[in-house]
C-alpha cells in the first residue's frame, strides 16, 4: 500500500532553470510533510518540510507547496544548481507518533 | 553539526548468520528509528523506539529482528539469522521529538548476505 507516491523516477533541469519535484499522498491523517535528498552512499539528509495548517514554506531556493485537497506537494528548486542533482524523497507522517512514510524517490539531474 | 554514526558501512554474511548493526544517535535526541532500502526500492520503515521500548514496528520486523539501546549511547539493530531478501541499506536515524524537524539520518550500512 503505497500512501505516499512519486510517480517521476526521474528528471532532468538545465542549470539555472527551476526544478519541480512532485508527490501524492492518499494518507488524510498526514499532518506534517518533509523532503529528503539523497547522495549515492550516504543517508538522506532533510531538507524542508510543512505542516498540513500552511500550503507553503520557502527555505532559500527550495519551495514546498501543499495542496491538502489534492493530496498533492511539490518541491520547487529555484535556480537549480548541478549540486542539486540527487534523489529527492517525499516523506509524511501523522503527528499521532506514526513513522515518516516514505516515496520511491526521484532521481534529479541538473545538467550544466 | 551532530550525526547520527553508523558502523560498520558495510557488512558482508553467510546466509543463516547472525549480523548486529550499530548506531550511535545524536546525544540529546530521543526518538530513534531503523529504515532499510532494498536496491531500487523505497526507504521502507522498520522500528522505532521510544523510552526504552518499541513504540512502532513494521510487518517487515518481524521476530527475526531485535534493537537494543544496551547503553546511554548505542542503539543496535540484530538480525538473527539472515535470508537473501534481507540484503540492503539499513540507516539508523534520530529525532529530538516525533520528526517535525525531520529526522537526522545516518549513512546506513550496506548489509550483503550472500
Known amino acids: 500500500d503505497q500512501q505516499v507516491k512519486q510517480n517521476s523516477p526521474s528528471l532532468s533541469v538545465q542549470e539555472g532553470r527551476i526544478s519541480i519535484l512532485n508527490c501524492d499522498y492518499t494518507n488524510s491523517m498526514f499532518d506534517y510533510f518533509l523532503w529528503y535528498k539523497k547522495y549515492p552512499a550516504e543517508g538522506p539528509t532533510f531538507l524542508i518540510s510543512i505542516s498540513s495548517i500552511k500550503d507553503k514554506n520557502e527555505d532559500g531556493r527550495f519551495t514546498v507547496f501543499l495542496n491538502k485537497s489534492a493530496k498533492h506537494l511539490s518541491l520547487h528548486i529555484v535556480p537549480s544548481q548541478p549540486g542539486d542533482s540527487a534523489v529527492y524523497f517525499c516523506?509524511?507522517?501523522?503527528?499521532?507518533?506514526?513513522?515518516?512514510?516514505f516515496g520511491k524517490g526521484t532521481r534529479l539531474s541538473v545538467i550544466a | 553539526e551532530p550525526e547520527v554514526t553508523q558502523t560498520p558501512s558495510h557488512q558482508v554474511t553467510q546466509m543463516g548468520q547472525e549480523v548486529i548493526l550499530r548506531c550511535v544517535p545524536i546525544s540529546n535526541h530521543l526518538y530513534f528509528y531503523w529504515y532499510r532500502q532494498i536496491l531500487g526500492q523505497k526507504v521502507e520503515f522498520l522500528v522505532s523506539f521510544y523510552n526504552n521500548e518499541i513504540s512502532e514496528k513494521s510487518e517487515i520486523f518481524d521476530d527475526q529482528f531485535s534493537v537494543e539501546r544496551p547503553d546511554g549511547s548505542n542503539f543496535t539493530l540484530k538480525i538473527r539469522s539472515t535470508k537473501l531478501e534481507d540484503s540492503a541499506m539499513y540507516f539508523c536515524?534520530?529525532?529530538?521529538?516525533?520528526?517535525?524537524?525531520?529526522?537526522?539520518f545516518g549513512s546506513g550500512t550496506r548489509l550483503t548476505v550472500v
Open positions: 536515524a534520530s529525532s529530538e521529538d516525533r520528526g517535525n524537524y525531520g529526522y537526522t
Open positions: 516523506a509524511a507522517f501523522h503527528s499521532g507518533n506514526t513513522p515518516l512514510v
